[in-house]
C-alpha cells in the first residue's frame, strides 16, 4: 500500500490492534513454519527464517511456539502440511489486490476468499489476471531516529539496498526479491535494528481513490481479506486522495 495520505496511518493503527489481540502471533508462527519448509530449519543456513526468528521475538512470541512452528515446517511434527498461496483479485474503483495465504487446506481458503470478494463489490480472479500490475521485492522497515536522508542512502547502497522511501516515523529500504534477507542480515552487522523485513508486491501502477463511498467499499474489503485467519498479507494498488482522507478516519 503505497502513499504518504492517512490511509498508512489507518495501516499503522490497524497493526498495532492486531499486535494487541495476539493475530501478530499466528502470523509469525506461520511465516517461521513457512521459512523453515521451504529452507531448512537452521537459520545459519536459512536467512529468511533467520529474520523470521528475530521478528517473533521482537514481538516476545514464546520461545516454544517459535520452536514448534520451526518443527512444523521441517516437518518433525504431525498435522496437516501447510503451503503459501497467492491469490488474485479486483476491488471497487478498479483497485487490483494479492491476498498471501498460508493455509493447510488450499481448496477452503480459495473458497473462502471467492465469497469475501463476491460480498464486498469485488471479484476473484484467475492467477496472472492482477500479478502482471505487481512486482516481487524485498521491504526493509528501519525506525528514523536522528538518521538523515543522505545517512540512510549511503547505508543502504553500502548493504545492497535499491531504494529508500521516507514512510513517516520509519525509513523503508526496497531490495530485489532475491536479496531481501541478505540486506537485512547486512544492516544488522552494521549495528542497525530493523523493525521488520517482508516479501513485498509493489504496485506498478497506483488507482488513486476520490469516491467517498469507493474509499469506504476499497478499506472495507481490503479489512475483510486482512482479518481472515489464513492472510498473511494484502498487497493493493490503491490509495486514498487528500481531500477524502479525513472523511474516512
Do not use: C
Amino acid at each position: 500500500m503505497a502513499g504518504h495520505n492517512k490511509w498508512s496511518k489507518v495501516k499503522h493503527i490497524k497493526a498495532v490492534v492486531d499486535v494487541k489481540r495476539g493475530k501478530v502471533f499466528s502470523k509469525l508462527s506461520k511465516e517461521l513454519t513457512i521459512a523453515a519448509k521451504n529452507g531448512g530449519s537452521n537459520p545459519d543456513l536459512n536467512a529468511r527464517l533467520r529474520s523470521a526468528i528475530l521478528a517473533a521475538r521482537a514481538a516476545n512470541v514464546p520461545n516454544d511456539n517459535i520452536d514448534r512452528a520451526i518443527k512444523k515446517g521441517a516437518g518433525e511434527l504431525g498435522g496437516a502440511a501447510i503451503e503459501e498461496i497467492t491469490y488474485e483479485g479486483y476491488g471497487p474503483g478498479g483497485v487490483a489486490l494479492m491476498v498471501e495465504i498460508v493455509t493447510d487446506n488450499r481448496n477452503r481458503a480459495a473458497n473462502d476468499l471467492r465469497v469475501m470478494f463476491d460480498k464486498n463489490q469485488g471479484s476473484f480472479a484467475d492467477a496472472g489476471s492482477v500479478a502482471y500490475m505487481f512486482n516481487r521485492m524485498g521491504e526493509i522497515r528501519i525506525e528514523k531516529g536522528n538518521r538523515t536522508e543522505d545517512a540512510i542512502t549511503e547505508l543502504a547502497l553500502e548493504a545492497g539496498a535499491d531504494d529508500v522511501q521516507d514512510a513517516g516515523d520509519d525509513w523503508i529500504l526496497y531490495t530485489t526479491f532475491e536479496q531481501t534477507f541478505h540486506v537485512a542480515s547486512t544492516l544488522r552487522e552494521k549495528g542497525v535494528t530493523t523493525k521488520s523485513q517482508n516479501l513485498i508486491y509493489q504496485p506498478s501502477t497506483m488507482v488513486t481513490i476520490t469516491d467517498v463511498e469507493v474509499g469506504r467499499a476499497i478499506i472495507k474489503l481490503y479489512d475483510v481479506l486482512d482479518d481472515y485467519d489464513d492472510t498473511q498479507a494484502v498487497h493493493a494498488n490503491f490509495e486514498i486522495a487528500d481531500e477524502i482522507a479525513d472523511e474516512l478516519s
